[in-house]
């Protein structure tokens, strides 16, 4: 399989390169599509300028008594007496972009999709948008509050109602061991889930996918009240028509209207059923595979590398595919499979919810309460963004830079490397989750620490064969 993605999901890669050079995608795998009953979550991160991720792990906090947590733009939340922790990856500056996986296992990601809404000022003037709105805050309250996905569906819906949603439109994928949940918003008050079939695949590119609903269907569609009555009002949609309701096709801006390039392939490999493009109909929510799907399947979706450098240079920063397993203790069973940096130059790493922390080369170390601070991340450090190549962000970075001095000559030998690397690290992983899980009923705190060494020195080991990498090539 990883060969058909390669062929036809570079082809629309390069297809839309021009179009959505920085938009993210993704893709949900629910758990009786995986090849190891787990929810499966691959997201690439996307930004069109140059950036810096930091990677770390949160510990549990405590409210201080009195305090407020500050959504950015004036409006605040009571605290919650104490939060999950969760890793974090954290792109400094900008509002949508960070990714995170908390302790009950939950994992949150996001796309951009145009929505038709006006525009903030005029939702504020009319009182849909209230105290400033909420944004940045939306994914880190899921991570710290949520112990399941649903919890964190249920949650979005909850403050895109009360304090409105700041941004044109976002696709939220929420995920857990044992279910998967499509969140879309749209700028202003609206809202609308719905959950990921346990033996099916959703393919998510930028643009809204949720099509027809059926509300009173409270186990598999949830959304705002007034979700189609204030679709009517605004003219988006015609209830004597004689179609029933379509979210996409009523929030989401015309100029989108058409069938998406990326969830079309994407579905066509899955399901093994090659189709015409343009489709004559519209694109199915989801689809079933034609085999279970592994990480391994996931990560060459987030990898492809059929002619798309170019789009990798200027717009990936990270990879990511959480694999949720039932069956073992969430904080074993749960990883963050990640890449620092470009998927194509870069190793998936594997980084267990029980590490108790991630090595400084990843996530610079500092106060607490300030790293976590609006100001520290809309403002960070003027050093933040400067090259460091004791950091593994920069190492990668050099990397890439070598690579794309020869793409064609030279990736085969960085993926290579990365594959063996890979392969030894996973036949290990066996091993020491089996230890962990043994460890795991009598000494909590020794498996985490086992999974701590484990993770740490697998992220400094690709660190190390970058930087040799990196030599060879000069």
């Not at 996307?46 to 950015?72: C, M, S």
């Not at 009523?250 to 209207?257: E, G, I, L, N, R």
Request: glycine share 8%; with cysteine.
């Amino acid at each position: 399989m990883v060969g058909v993605w390669r062929g036809l999901l570079g082809a629309v890669l390069v297809l839309v390169a021009v179009a959505a050079a920085s938009a993210c995608d993704g893709i949900v795998v629910g758990r009786l599509a995986s090849a190891d009953g787990s929810v499966l979550l691959g997201h690439n991160e996307e930004n069109a300028l140059d950036r810096v991720l930091e990677f770390r792990k949160i510990p549990r906090l405590h409210a201080d008594a009195g305090g407020k947590v500050d959504l950015g733009r004036g409006g605040q939340l009571d605290p919650k007496a104490e939060t999950w922790a969760f890793l974090w990856s954290e792109n400094p500056g900008l509002e949508y972009s960070d990714g995170y996986l908390n302790e009950c296992g939950v994992a949150i990601t996001s796309i951009q999709c145009r929505s038709r809404e006006d525009d903030y000022d005029a939702l504020v003037a009319r009182g849909e948008i209230r105290d400033g709105g909420i944004g940045y805050m939306l994914r880190r309250l899921v991570a710290q509050r949520a112990q399941s996905a649903r919890e964190g569906m249920e949650l979005i819906g909850q403050l895109v109602e009360r304090f409105g949603y700041v941004d044109s439109g976002r696709t939220y994928a929420v995920a857990d061991p044992q279910e998967a949940w499509v969140v879309e918003v749209v700028r202003g008050r609206r809202w609308v889930a719905q959950r990921v079939p346990d033996d099916a695949v959703v393919i998510l590119p930028a643009q809204h996918v949720i099509g027809e609903i059926d509300l009173a269907d409270r186990a598999n569609f949830r959304a705002s009240s007034d979700l189609v009555s204030y679709a009517v009002a605004r003219g988006w949609f015609d209830p004597a028509g004689g179609q029933r309701f379509n979210f996409r096709l009523a929030y989401q801006t015309p100029k989108q209207a058409a069938p998406a390039a990326r969830q079309f392939r994407g579905q066509e490999v899955v399901s093994g059923k090659p189709g015409q493009w343009p489709p004559e109909q519209p694109l199915p929510f989801a689809v079933r595979p034609h085999k279970r799907l592994c990480v391994a399947d996931v990560a060459a979706v987030l990898r492809d590398p059929g002619g798309v450098a170019a789009l990798f240079s200027k717009t990936t920063q990270e990879g990511a595919i959480f694999q949720l397993r039932p069956g073992l203790p969430r904080e074993i069973g749960c990883v963050y499979w990640r890449t620092t940096g470009r998927p194509d130059i870069s190793a998936l790493t594997p980084w267990h919810v029980a590490v108790t922390a991630t090595p400084e080369t990843y996530g610079r170390p500092g106060d607490l309460q300030r790293l976590l601070s609006l100001e520290q991340h809309f403002q960070p450090p003027a050093e933040t963004f400067q090259p460091d190549f004791s950091r593994a962000w920069w190492k990668f970075k050099r990397l890439a830079q070598a690579v794309d001095h020869s793409y064609a000559a030279r990736i085969g030998t960085v993926q290579k490397s990365w594959s063996a690397i890979e392969n030894r690290g996973r036949q290990e992983q066996t091993r020491i989750e089996a230890e962990a899980a043994t460890l795991w009923r009598t000494n909590p705190d020794a498996a985490r620490a086992l999974l701590t060494r484990f993770c740490n020195d697998r992220a400094l080991e690709v660190c190390a064969e970058a930087d040799r990498l990196t030599r060879s090539f000069q």
